[in-house]
T-cell receptor, first 111, second 117 residues
Framework: EDQVTQSPEALRLQEGESSSLNCSYT??????LFWYRQDPGKGPEFLFT???AGEEKEKERLKATLTKKESFLHITAPKPEDSATYLC????????????FGAGTQVVVTP | GAVVSQHPSRVICKSGTSVKIECRSL??????MFWYRQFPKQSLMLMAT?????????EQGVEKDKFLINHASLTLSTLTVTSAHPEDSSFYIC?????????????FGNGTRLTVT
């Protein structure tokens, strides 16, 4: 069974304090790994797709990396507006398009 | 591009009544849409896969007679919670892929907060 585990559950950062979020996954075959940002009371907002080990994607202060077992979302010099829950999801090759989501990491960045 | 609109954003209903939630893809055609349910501080739980012009595919444990899904066009899917009870109170979110079904990210609506009193 496909599994996605995110850690930590919650992360409190000072503005400018860089950190990383982890997404560990177990799938029979990976079609893609996706990162989303979710604000309270809103639907998830797409950030990145990673397809193969070694791949990296960047957007502003966020950088996502992928290995064969896990993905990291690095937040560099975060600002308060980066506060959100970050979700990781995998799409397996035998899932017929379905996504398996992790429980998310809630990030709070204080000024 | 790839905007998904969901309505209503919030609904409060009495126990025993039915509630319809609409999900529209505004700038693309979505042959497949997905309906999720999310509990506080928990993962998104896939309820069903909605296919245009055919019956929805429900995940194990999801009652198809309670959660009726209709996908009558390439831009509209609806979820009707029938005979709602307080335990159905939750955050419901729809999603759809843009061009290319596989490998494409899901784009989500802004969700519907359902409260059953």
């Amino acid at each position: 069974e496909d599994q996605v585990t995110q850690s930590p559950e919650a992360l409190r950062l000072q503005e400018g304090e860089s950190s990383s979020l982890n997404c560990s996954y177990t799938v029979s075959g990976l079609r893609g790994l996706f990162w989303y940002r979710q604000d309270p009371g809103k639907g998830p907002e797409f950030l990145f797709t990673l397809y193969s080990a070694g791949e990296e994607k960047e957007k502003e202060r966020l950088k996502a990396t992928l290995t064969k077992k896990e993905s990291f979302l690095h937040i560099t010099a975060p600002k308060p507006e980066d506060s959100a829950t970050y979700l990781c999801a995998v799409q397996a090759t035998d899932s017929w398009g379905k996504f398996q989501f992790g429980a998310g990491t809630q990030v709070v960045v204080t000024p | 591009g790839a905007v998904v609109s969901q309505h209503p954003s919030r609904v409060i209903c009495k126990s025993g009544t039915s509630v319809k939630i609409e999900c529209r893809s505004l700038d693309f055609q979505a042959t497949t849409m997905f309906w999720y349910r999310q509990f506080p501080k928990q993962s998104l739980m896939l309820m069903a896969t909605s296919n245009e012009g055919s019956k929805a595919t429900y995940e194990q444990g999801v009652e198809k007679d309670k959660f009726l899904i209709n996908h009558a066009s390439l831009t509209l899917s609806t979820l009707t919670v029938t005979s709602a009870h307080p335990e159905d109170s939750s955050f419901y979110i729809c999603s759809a892929s843009g061009t290319g079904f596989f490998n494409s990210p899901l784009h989500f609506g802004n969700g519907t907060r359902l409260t059953v009193t």
